[in-house]
């Protein structure tokens, strides 16, 4: 076990044990993470032995026969969202809140729960977001995937490469570009927010916007450890936006576990709205588009 030696990296290690207390039974070990400081620093260092896991951006050995399946798997998928975007409908609401922060010369964080995937890189596509991504085998043709519909990545993840990826992110919101973490991912456990959103905005004063989208027809696969959605052609989405968190750039271990515990309820609040949107009444959809919109 690697233990915190400085004060950022006790920061993100509370928040972690937090995490770890609530999904032990089904996350044996999680490893903590830590501030893009340090990875910035390890960085320069080219040639540099690795330290710890989170410094591990190689990708894994992967037999000849996984190796192959990369290209064809992306090829596939690239082709159903291409072939199944054009026909989704979408009623944004409470995009105003990216506007603004745009606005005000500072770029987003964006968190959402990896159900979601297929209609946010679809709508978003081309806009150069930068995203986290995994180095592992799902991870290598989810890359070409989103890369070819526009985004960038950062190679990391909670569990392997993380420490690095932050740093790439923290360089690319300097550099005017959004960021994005799917994040109850790679690999859950489904609906419990990781904190590398938090750390990331700590670091660079950008503030964190989760969002969530619900669907009038898709399936949903249930034996998927996120649920995955996949929208039915020519179904309804709604996508809703909730207001920025900012996170203090001198925030102490209580304050970072309170914006921890915040994001988590934003995320949850906006994914039980827009997944029971289509279910709601005229009037009750109509008071959610006021509050939205305010």
Not at 9 to 18: G, V
């Amino acid at each position: 076990m690697i233990l915190p030696t400085t004060e950022s990296e006790s920061l993100a290690y509370t928040i972690r044990r937090r995490v770890n207390d609530r999904t032990r039974s089904r996350q044996p070990h999680v490893e903590m993470m830590t501030t893009p400081d340090a990875a910035v620093e390890a960085t320069k260092k080219s040639g540099e032995e690795r330290v710890n896991a989170h410094y591990d951006t190689r990708l894994p050995d992967l037999p000849w026969s996984r190796r192959i399946q990369i290209p064809i798997i992306a090829a596939a998928v690239y082709s159903v969202i291409r072939t199944l975007g054009p026909t989704l409908r979408y009623e944004v609401l409470g995009w105003h809140h990216a506007e603004r922060v745009h606005a005000s010369g500072k770029r987003c964080i964006w968190a959402f729960w990896h159900r979601i995937i297929i209609p946010i890189v679809w709508w978003h596509r081309n806009h150069g977001v930068v995203v986290m991504n995994t180095t592992a085998f799902d991870g290598q043709w989810t890359r070409k995937v989103i890369e070819w519909l526009g985004f960038g990545t950062a190679q990391g993840s909670s569990s392997r490469g993380g420490l690095r990826g932050l740093a790439v992110m923290a360089r690319r919101l300097d550099e005017g570009v959004d960021c994005a973490f799917t994040i109850d991912g790679p690999r859950g456990p489904r609906y419990v927010a990781k904190p590398g959103p938090l750390l990331l905005a700590r670091k660079t004063g950008c503030p964190i916007l989760v969002f969530h989208i619900g669907v009038n027809r898709g399936k949903t696969f249930e034996k998927t450890w996120d649920h995955f959605l996949l929208p039915a052609p020519f179904a309804r989405a709604v996508i809703l936006f909730a207001p920025p968190i900012y996170v203090p750039t001198d925030a102490s271990a209580e304050v970072m576990e309170a914006k921890h515990a915040e994001m988590q309820r934003e995320l949850e609040r906006v994914r039980d709205i827009a997944e029971s949107w289509f279910f709601l009444s005229d009037a009750e959809r109509e008071k959610h588009r006021a509050e939205f919109s305010r």
